[in-house]
């Protein structure tokens, strides 16, 4: 469980399950299991045959050029002499992961301008001068993000205007509201606010060219003519004169441009200077990064994405750490075979048709949810070692519609409707993340535990302490007398 997810009533439960929708839309589902050999049981299901499995599979990834749409997409060379390597990287404009690939200690862009204007901004030598959050242009004005963040700014007839946020990488989070995904400018935004009296609107302005400035709000109105006209200006100046000019990446860089002729430029830039210029399969390109060369290898006006999965050759055990995905092999009765990612749904396409099939862990879904409210680490003083970490959570059940609140830390768990959570372990590196167990236990099978765990205790007491408590309580008892002895028979033989 997470605390920036909502709450969940799935777990994961030992095993994996094959579901299979054949052409004709029939489901089903039965139960995996993998041998040590790497034989998988059963050998047949829903017309597919299981025929291997790999604990380490990786995707590789390649372009067509028979896209159904227009989608430019390169493949770019990188050969060093020096470290004697040779490898490839696919660009492409959509989807949009593979615009900007990081490689190292440089990074890869493909942007498809689509104005003259767009293609000079790009192909720009990176300025140093603009401030570590750039510039905002309004009219004949020039207006330092950074030093200006937050503050008002005096514009004309007493209409104030404040630069409230940047976000260097612009996305809307799955809320849809404004957030950064990464801390370089590859998607530079702003929000200004204006406001004349009670009166505001906001303003989203970017960086990137082709990207009109968005209101957010409602215009604001004036009845006197002079002021009404002045925000009617300012308006006009931010729909259409509104430029923010965001700081070039710091890092190395290769770009490549498509200019709205359909030409491909570059521009490189590197510690030991800036290059641009035009890009074919005839040009090899010197960055500047060590010996390295960049070639054009292969266009695609029309590209579309194909993944495909592959299994990692073995290797030496503790030669390298597996770092892939464990995956079904499958194949269908005309031949054709498959890799099936754990966790990943594939479509299988036969001669027959569509074969959707999902290798996925067994879950089981709880009659409550849990929710994870906190993640609490706890560290011994004066040291960075950690003492105990603990979950808080809600449990939330829905036949009742009541929620409570509970903590979980090691050794100390919590029970609901029948259901025991114990903390199961936690990722150091994601303080936000908190694995739990969950057993079902009702009360009375936590109370035989308890009585037989007493019994265990008493018996062990028995065996070690016993034969002594046996000897001394036969040193208590009190012996008879000779004396009284007599007597009683004396008056036993009177009677």
Same mark, same amino acid.
């Given at each position: 469980?997470?605390?920036?997810?909502?709450?969940?009533?799935?777990?994961?439960?030992?095993?994996?399950?094959?579901?299979?929708?054949?052409?004709?839309?029939?489901?089903?589902?039965?139960?995996?299991?993998?041998?040590?050999?790497?034989? *998988?049981?059963?050998?047949?299901?829903?017309? $597919?045959? #299981?025929? !291997?499995?790999?604990? %380490?599979?990786? /995707? &590789?990834? @390649?372009?067509?050029?028979?896209?159904?749409?227009?989608?430019?997409?390169?493949?770019?060379?990188?050969?060093?002499?020096?470290?004697?390597?040779?490898?490839?990287?696919?660009?492409?404009?959509?989807?949009?992961?593979?615009?900007?690939?990081?490689?190292?200690?440089?990074?890869?862009?493909?942007?498809?301008?689509?104005?003259?204007?767009?293609?000079?901004?790009?192909?720009?030598?990176?300025? *140093?001068?603009?401030?570590?959050?750039?510039? $905002?242009? #309004?009219? !004949?004005?020039?207006? %330092?993000?950074? /030093? &200006?963040? @937050?503050?008002?700014?005096?514009?004309?007839?007493?209409?104030?205007?404040?630069?409230?946020?940047?976000?260097?990488?612009?996305?809307?989070?799955?809320?849809?509201?404004?957030?950064?995904?990464?801390?370089?400018?590859?998607?530079?935004?702003?929000?200004?606010?204006?406001?004349?009296?009670?009166?505001?609107?906001?303003?989203?302005?970017?960086?990137?060219?082709?990207?009109?400035?968005?209101?957010?709000?409602?215009?604001?109105?004036?009845?006197?003519?002079?002021?009404?006209?002045?925000?009617?200006?300012?308006?006009?100046?931010?729909?259409?004169?509104?430029?923010?000019?965001?700081?070039?990446?710091?890092?190395?860089?290769?770009?490549?441009?498509?200019?709205?002729?359909?030409?491909?430029?570059?521009?490189?830039?590197?510690?030991?200077?800036?290059?641009?210029?035009?890009?074919?399969?005839?040009?090899?390109?010197?960055?500047?990064?060590?010996?390295?060369?960049?070639?054009?290898?292969?266009?695609?006006?029309?590209?579309?994405?194909?993944?495909?999965?592959?299994?990692?050759?073995?290797?030496?055990?503790?030669?390298?750490?597996?770092?892939?995905?464990?995956?079904?092999?499958?194949?269908?009765?005309?031949?054709?075979?498959?890799?099936?990612?754990?966790?990943?749904?594939?479509?299988?396409?036969?001669?027959?048709?569509?074969?959707?099939?999902?290798?996925?862990?067994?879950?089981?879904?709880?009659?409550?949810?849990?929710?994870?409210?906190?993640?609490?680490?706890?560290?011994?003083?004066?040291?960075?070692?950690?003492?105990?970490?603990?979950?808080?959570?809600?449990?939330?059940?829905?036949?009742?519609?009541?929620?409570?609140?509970?903590?979980?830390?090691?050794?100390?768990?919590?029970?609901?409707?029948?259901?025991?959570?114990?903390?199961?372990?936690?990722?150091?590196?994601?303080?936000?993340?908190?694995?739990?167990?969950?057993?079902?236990?009702?009360?009375?099978?936590?109370?035989?535990?308890?009585?037989?765990?007493?019994?265990?205790?008493?018996?062990?007491?028995?065996?070690?302490?016993?034969?002594?408590?046996?000897?001394?309580?036969?040193?208590?008892?009190?012996?008879?007398?000779?004396?009284?002895?007599?007597?009683?028979?004396?008056?036993?033989?009177?009677?």
């Amino acid at each position: 469980v997470r605390t920036d997810s909502g709450p969940n009533h799935e777990i994961r439960i030992e095993g994996d399950v094959l579901e299979v929708v054949s052409p004709d839309q029939n489901r089903q589902q039965t139960d995996i299991f993998i041998q040590s050999d790497g034989s *998988v049981y059963p050998r047949q299901f829903a017309g $597919l045959t #299981l025929t !291997d499995y790999s604990d %380490d599979t990786i /995707q &590789t990834v @390649n372009f067509s050029p028979d896209g159904p749409v227009e989608n430019l997409a390169i493949k770019l060379q990188f050969t060093s002499d020096r470290m004697g390597q040779t490898f490839d990287r696919w660009l492409a404009v959509a989807p949009t992961s593979y615009s900007v690939v990081d490689m190292g200690p440089a990074q890869l862009e493909l942007v498809q301008a689509t104005t003259n204007d767009e293609v000079q901004e790009l192909l720009r030598e990176p300025n *140093v001068d603009l401030g570590i959050a750039g510039t $905002l242009q #309004l009219g !004949d004005r020039t207006i %330092d993000v950074a /030093q &200006t963040l @937050n503050q008002p700014i005096q514009l004309a007839n007493g209409i104030i205007a404040t630069i409230t946020h940047v976000w260097p990488d612009f996305r809307l989070d799955e809320n849809h509201q404004p957030t950064s995904s990464s801390d370089q400018f590859r998607n530079p935004a702003l929000q200004l606010n204006i406001a004349q009296g009670e009166q505001p609107q906001a303003w989203f302005i970017f960086a990137r060219p082709g990207f009109d400035p968005i209101r957010s709000g409602d215009r604001i109105s004036s009845e006197e003519n002079a002021l009404a006209e002045s925000i009617g200006e300012l308006e006009k100046a931010l729909e259409q004169g509104a430029i923010y000019t965001a700081p070039q990446p710091t890092t190395n860089y290769f770009r490549v441009v498509s200019t709205p002729e359909h030409q491909l430029l570059y521009a490189a830039k590197s510690s030991k200077g800036f290059q641009s210029g035009v890009l074919t399969e005839e040009t090899s390109i010197r960055p500047g990064w060590a010996d390295m060369r960049i070639a054009l290898v292969k266009q695609l006006d029309h590209a579309q994405l194909q993944r495909q999965t592959v299994p990692v050759a073995p290797v030496a055990s503790g030669t390298m750490e597996s770092s892939g995905t464990p995956a079904l092999h499958v194949s269908d009765s005309s031949g054709v075979s498959s890799w099936l990612q754990w966790g990943t749904p594939t479509t299988v396409e036969t001669p027959n048709g569509s074969i959707f099939a999902a290798f996925s862990p067994k879950l089981l879904t709880l009659p409550f949810y849990v929710k994870l409210d906190d993640f609490i680490v706890e560290r011994n003083e004066g040291s960075e070692s950690v003492a105990m970490w603990t979950s808080q959570v809600t449990l939330f059940d829905p036949e009742t519609d009541t929620a409570v609140q509970r903590s979980v830390w090691m050794n100390h768990p919590t029970w609901f409707r029948g259901w025991k959570l114990a903390q199961a372990s936690w990722n150091p590196g994601d303080l936000q993340q908190s694995t739990l167990q969950l057993k079902r236990e009702p009360w009375w099978v936590t109370a035989l535990t308890w009585l037989g765990s007493l019994m265990v205790v008493c018996g062990i007491m028995v065996m070690f302490y016993g034969r002594a408590i046996a000897r001394q309580l036969k040193k208590n008892v009190i012996p008879i007398s000779r004396t009284t002895e007599d007597s009683t028979t004396s008056f036993s033989e009177g009677v």
